[in-house]
């Protein structure tokens, strides 16, 4: 929760919700805002909006608070999601293959991101790039906004919409 959380769209939360499962976590959840009512409006499922918060006198085994200012990007190493390292780390590294996808990064606003920076450029020759969008829905709204043709005009290769290169190992 908090002022980061107020501001995130809702891919960001699914992302977030999706990675604490990755890491060993039984549940990923948010609390309930306008954000998830627009959200599930938007899919055809409004009247599922339940309102959910904490109760007032909840209470908790233990907390960590994260200054999100203070966050650095970060990438996921082979060959598992939780062998990450900070992006600054990596300068000069040579990187054989490069994956956006499956139900954490496969999403809408993360292709577009993606066709952003690749517009008018080709990916490196010794660099494979693969695509998974998260689900058909995804793949063919990015089809109609035209990122998988920029994508592919980069030299990515589209893998069917799912799990993909993801194993679902949960540590």
């Known amino acids: 929760s908090g002022e980061t959380v107020d ?11 999706n990675m ?19 959200y599930l409006e938007s899919q055809g499922r409004g009247k599922q909006y ?7 006198d909840a209470t908790y085994e233990s907390t960590i608070e994260i ?8 990438v996921a190493k082979p060959h598992t999601v939780d062998n990450i390292a900070l992006v600054k780390e990596l300068k000069g590294t040579r ?13 809408l606003d993360d292709l577009r991101i993606a066709a ?12 494979r790039l693969v695509v998974a969008p998260a689900s058909k829905k995804i793949l063919l709204e990015a089809l109609a906004e035209g990122y998988i ?6 030299g990515a290769a589209i893998v069917p919409p799912g799990c993909a290169a993801c194993q679902g190992r949960i540590p």
């Open 67 to 74: 200054d999100a200012a203070q966050l650095e990007p970060t």
């Open 149 to 154: 043709k920029t994508l592919v005009e980069s």
């Open 7 to 17: 501001m995130m769209a809702m891919s960001e939360r699914l992302t977030i919700a």
């Open 50 to 56: 339940i309102a959910l918060h904490p109760d007032a």
């Open 95 to 107: 990187i054989a293959q490069v994956f956006i996808g499956t139900c954490t990064n496969g999403r």
């Open 116 to 127: 952003g920076i690749l517009q008018g450029r080709r990916r490196h020759p010794y660099t």
């Open 20 to 38: 604490v499962v990755e890491a060993g976590a039984k549940v990923g959840l948010f609390p309930s805002d306008s954000v998830t009512r627009s």
